[in-house]
Antibody
């Protein structure tokens, strides 16, 4: 069974750093792109970027380029999303999702349960 | 700002059909041929409902169908059921080296 399991909720202060994770299981982790999606409280979905764990090819949405870092450790089938200096505006739910092999392969068929990040002084 | 515009809300009675539109508003979204639709219930992760404009993943009810005409994609839910009440997002893919994906603005579906 394909699963993406994300790390637990975080409460941080502005200026702190953070790295959240997304562990894949039940499939060949290196062969599927993993995307990250932000959902601010009461708002819609926003693509942040995607990574191919096989060779760490990364594409960032222009809105998030320079704001976050996406990475992966294929030895432990885990993708990461990290911040060097959090802001209150980073408060949101963050989802990881696996790009599917269906059709053109441009959709995301499996999603993590989400990681809630709260940034408050 | 999103390059895909959806109506904020759509409602219907049980058993009726409703259609949600998704209109490309920016030329940055490339060919707009790879459209997906996602359903999101409150407090839950999104779920893929339609891929490549009109294809249903295994396990998705055939009450959900997708289509595209010009710069507008559509999701139709037929035989509306209470469990269909959720937020729906379209998403498009572009093969540019920077912006790969974009979501629509989202539509709240209410079953009356």
């Amino acid at each position: 069974e394909v699963q993406l399991v994300q790390s637990g909720a975080e409460v941080k202060k502005p200026g702190e750093s953070l790295k959240i994770s997304c562990k894949g299981s039940g499939y060949s982790f290196t062969r599927y792109w993993i995307g990250w999606v932000r959902q601010m409280p009461g708002k819609g979905l926003e693509w942040m970027g995607i990574i191919y764990p096989g060779d760490s090819d990364i594409r960032y949405s222009p809105s998030f380029q320079g704001q976050v870092t996406i990475s992966a450790d294929k030895s432990i089938s885990t993708a990461y999303l990290q911040w060097s200096s959090l802001k209150a505006s980073d408060t949101a739910m963050y989802y990881c999702a696996r790009r599917c092999s269906c059709g053109s392969g441009t959709s995301f068929d499996y999603w993590g349960q989400g990681t809630l990040v709260t940034v408050s002084s | 700002q999103s390059a895909l515009t959806q109506p904020a809300s759509v409602s219907g009675s049980p058993g009726q059909s409703i259609t949600i539109s998704c209109t490309e508003t920016s030329s940055d979204v490339g060919g707009y041929n790879y459209v997906s639709w996602y359903q999101q219930h409150p407090g839950k992760a999104p779920k893929l409902m339609i891929y490549d404009v009109s294809n249903r993943p295994s396990g998705v009810s055939n009450r959900f169908s997708g289509s595209k005409s010009g710069n507008t994609a559509s999701l139709t839910i037929s035989g509306l059921q209470a469990e269909d009440e959720a937020d729906y997002y379209c998403s498009s893919y572009t093969s540019s080296s920077t912006l790969n994906y974009v979501f629509g603005t989202g539509t709240k579906v209410t079953v009356l």
